[in-house]
């Protein structure tokens, strides 16, 4: 199971049965999971869809955001 974490309060955002982080932000996505001020530190997103997505005030340092599509993604903060 994995977790995605408020980076300020550590409260749990959004829960998955995914094998990893990569996964559950991906799947988060799709079900439109508002994921500002997640943690997703040191996140390999490489190549991930996550336009039009609120991650607004996320923790994105170290993430591995190559070649993911970030178009209409919230990224403020």
């Given at each position: ?23 559950a932000v991906i799947e988060a996505l ?48």
């Amino acid at each position: 199971m994995v977790e995605i974490k408020n980076r300020f309060t550590g409260s749990v955002i959004y829960t998955s049965e995914c094998e990893n982080l990569r996964q559950a932000v991906i799947e988060a996505l799709s079900k439109k999971a508002d994921l500002s001020g997640a943690n997703l530190s040191r996140a390999d997103l490489y190549g991930a869809d996550l336009s039009g997505a609120n991650l607004s005030r996320a923790d994105l340092y170290g993430a591995d955001l190559s070649r993911a599509n970030l178009s209409r993604a919230d990224l403020y903060g």
